[in-house]
């Protein structure tokens, strides 16, 4: 199990605690391997982008009209979270509904 997030969000340290066997990534400094990002986006689509975000709030319409996983790459701060990668499964966010399928 691989976690992707930012060690300073709330919510990926919640779901890390909870998941202590999970391998965490850190998107701001080792960003997201391009297969793993295009596995994640054909599975959870538009999704995947958070367009709450600061980072969102401060980029132009021109670079919003970017493809996403252009933009997730260049930006992986982008990226909702936590990204949980299950083999290949892969889940989204740390609401309930995760919760449930990943804690039982």
């Known amino acids: 199990m691989i976690m992707y997030g ?6 990926c340290r919640k779901a890390l605690k909870s ?20 596995s994640a986006y054909e ?8 367009t709450r975000s600061t980072t969102w709030r401060g980029l132009d319409e021109a670079t919003r009209a970017r493809p996403p996983l252009d933009l997730l790459a260049d930006h992986p701060t982008l990226m909702k979270r936590p990204l949980i990668d299950v083999d290949g499964r892969f889940y989204l966010g740390w609401g309930k509904d995760v919760q449930a399928q990943l804690l039982g």
């Open 6 to 11: 930012l060690k300073t969000c709330d919510t």
């Open 19 to 38: 998941l202590p066997e999970a391998q965490f990534v850190d998107v701001r400094a080792e960003g997201v391997p391009g297969d793993v990002l295009n």
């Open 43 to 50: 599975a959870l689509g538009d999704a995947l982008l958070n």
